[in-house]
């Protein structure tokens, strides 16, 4: 068979991508039929006058989709479609990439809040250690292993705590956990708390999650400083889920008042707990780092929640929590049952990567990468702070920019919008509905380029307003 | 500082293992002090006359428990215990594996259920997949990805299904999660169900799971063919778990008639749902496959449920459902805000080590080496036949043995134990108590000599008394 492919050149979309798009409706429509042998990656390369690899990466995204099969020595076959009711779906699929990105193509810089810089990501390193763990000497690694998490990753984290949050936990209080998300779940078992306070705002996912599994969710209002933790002994929560480092999504550091204050609700009454979560303390540009409530001595009343998915990536699901004594000894009986969520071989290949000293590097990398970005989004707004107020700044992978004028969130995203710059509202992580004009600018997987570029059309459009 | 250690060479406890436990102690009584240079890997090899991998080996161990600190091209040194109010709990920990290890190491064989053969992984194809998806044009791989899996991942699993279980399923309705307990739990979130009839007996994670989210758990009782379907009618449950195809711990093929009844006490009534656990339908070792309850054609009240744990490894930590369309339209609200809970990277590997035809072949070997260790455990179980009845073979794992003279499992256990050989009761699998003369013998990770040396001990105890 052969087969002519219109190819665009004009550097909008890859040319591997434009291979794949024009067999697949090829392959759907019926022109090219099942069993049918398609061009060696040669072949088409030769007629195409691209790289080889541009046409091998086109099959495989085929072949991985199941439109191509691939049969060794002899080359890719058109598949045949084994869920006929399910093409006009899969024709509707028309891009390449997940709909979240192909959502953002319209735009020209994206300041996603939740977004990482993997471009820095130790590869080379990741394959050497993957390899090694991955030997016929180490079968070991491929058994079920400990509920909790393999004991050796767990002294890492805590040597990685010590050192790094000034805190004293042992392997023995550590579980680890594929995402907060299923950490929350696990706790909320353990506890048997009813009454969640949580900051208002918070991540959405984490109040929809609590509530879902039947908890009571009480939002506690936030100021510049954070929660009103006076606000909380108002209230009949029996456990207080909070981000005191930088909370999302007002970037406020709790100060050291309002963490005591935190603490005494806690201690006050038994049952009572205080999930700390520490998702970004990582990342702090100016000033002393923030201690953990954990890091001030008194550890019963406190979960510690952490991640490797900002520090590393978000591929590598992997966190963590430090449970108190309280927790910790019911943890077999309550929630011994779920076995390990992280696949044991990613445990050992991270606790490798900790141990021999590459995360430490790769954090000190990324700590300055992340500065350089975090100072050039400061310095690029510096023409908007007439009508800009810039908060959460020195720490983490986003600020917050509020409008002094009370402009409506809504408006500044429309008008980004116009100048190609996809922008986030603050609002939708209000658990009490409210006027916002606030919104988010995450920078961690932007150039710095990319962030003046960004700046520079918000600017045009906003400051002529 | 010059170590002499001394090693036993009886071949009972590994030399990494020996020096591995004597530095621990020494650092722990701080005979070795904080700071204090280790000898390196080739003189302490040099003068205790063992490889350099051994020494090297039982330093990896200790670097990794936090007692000893590498440091690039000096060494490695004592590390000052920053716990030290948990050095009586390390101290405690004596063994070097893990505590259910170490209870089953006084067996010299243990016929454990939930075994997987890991001697026959194919080590160099999952290290070459993982080289190739761990590359720097392959970024993606790191960032977040589908909340309920890759779909590349997920179509090759509606590949499989299809060919393997005869299955008609998209890869819009399968959603990936690290185990089968997260997926349930994610199920239940979805479902609403508030009753859950489970097979009595049956796994008892599951039934403990669900009852600490707050479901109520209906046992309906089994008998030879698996769950009495007829008894399900009389409940007021509004989904049931079940394992049609091999139940765990009977053994039962579930026969056509009460598949059929299953599917029409589900569809009476919108809103009743069957979880169909298809965990061990991959080997199979005489007779036709037993097709999946989804298979009959009927799909809506349905969840199917399968893991990866035991066809590739259960370190690989991959399980999937498939949807029908009334839960699967609300995933995305209902729990959509739980990330997913495997690695990218390992979903990206799997979905290749199955399109490329690993998979498939790895799973034809294991058929074959899993019937071998099979038909051994049969054979070798022939002088026992007068006194038990098997139950629960030609398919899976494990098997079931019968006392014929209504011997106790307890008695049977014990028995066992005197000679070795570690067996399982079935009566801890029952939520209504009874008696049992039930015992379960798994094969999987025993060699077929084992199994025959096993079966002998086993007779020379039980045939006596």
């Not at 909790?148 to 949050?165: P, Q, T, V």
């Not at 999302?248 to 006050?268: I, K, M, Y």
């Not at 710095?448 to 459009?461: A, F, P, Q």
Request: hydrophobic content about 35%; some cysteine.
């Amino acid at each position: 068979m052969e087969i002519s492919i219109p190819l665009a050149g004009d550097g909008g979309t890859p040319y591997y991508e434009q291979i794949y798009s024009y067999i697949k409706k090829e392959i759907l429509s019926g022109r090219i039929r099942k069993g049918e042998k398609l061009p060696s990656t040669r072949a088409l390369s030769l007629a195409l006058s691209v790289s080889r690899n541009t046409v091998q990466t086109a099959y495989d995204q085929l072949t991985a989709e199941g439109y191509l099969i691939p049969e060794p020595q002899r080359g890719y076959f058109a598949a045949g479609l084994q869920w006929n009711y399910s093409v006009e779906n899969m024709a509707a699929q028309e891009s390449f990439s997940q709909d979240t990105e192909a959502d953002t193509e319209e735009y020209a810089v994206d300041f996603a809040p939740f977004g990482v810089d993997v471009a820095h990501f130790p590869f080379a390193t990741w394959r050497k250690l993957a390899r090694e763990i991955l030997s016929e000497e180490n079968r070991e690694v491929l058994t079920g292993g400990d509920p909790r998490g393999e004991y050796g990753l767990r002294a890492s984290i805590c040597r990685y705590l010590n050192s790094s949050r000034g805190m004293r936990a042992r392997p023995e209080q550590v579980v680890v956990g594929a995402g907060t998300a299923y950490l929350l779940m696990l706790l909320t078992q353990l506890t048997g708390a009813r009454r969640v306070a949580v900051e208002d705002p918070t991540y959405r996912h984490v109040s929809r999650m609590l509530r879902r599994l039947s908890h009571e969710i009480i939002p506690v209002s936030t100021d510049r400083q954070g929660m009103k933790t006076e606000k909380l002994r108002e209230t009949e929560a029996d456990m207080a889920y909070v981000m005191p480092a930088h909370q999302f999504p007002t970037g406020a550091v709790l100060p050291l008042d309002r963490r005591q204050e935190l603490l005494r609700w806690a201690e006050e009454k038994p049952g009572r707990y205080l999930m700390e979560d520490d998702y970004d303390s990582e990342f702090r540009y100016r000033g002393k780092p923030i201690p953990s409530l954990s890091a001030l001595g008194v550890s019963d009343p406190i979960v510690y929640l952490g991640t490797f998915s900002q520090t590393v990536a978000p591929a590598i699901r992997v966190s963590f929590m430090v449970l108190p004594e309280s927790l910790n000894r019911d943890f077999d009986e309550k929630c011994g049952y779920y076995s390990q969520t992280v696949s044991r071989i990613d445990q050992e290949v991270l606790a490798k990567f900790m141990d021999d000293g590459y995360f430490e590097r790769h954090l000190n990398r990324m700590r300055g990468v992340y500065k350089g970005k975090h100072d050039a989004l400061i310095d690029a707004l510096q023409p908007l702070r007439n009508r800009f107020a810039i908060s959460g700044e020195r720490a983490g992978l986003y600020l917050r920019l509020t409008s002094k004028s009370g402009c409506a969130e809504s408006a500044l995203i429309a008008a980004a919008k116009e100048a190609g710059v996809k922008i986030y509202g603050v609002s939708e992580y209000f658990l009490t509905p409210r006027e916002s004009s606030s919104v988010l600018l995450g920078f961690a997987n932007l150039s710095e380029e990319e962030i003046r570029e960004g700046v520079r059309r918000l600017g045009e459009v906003w400051l002529t307003q």
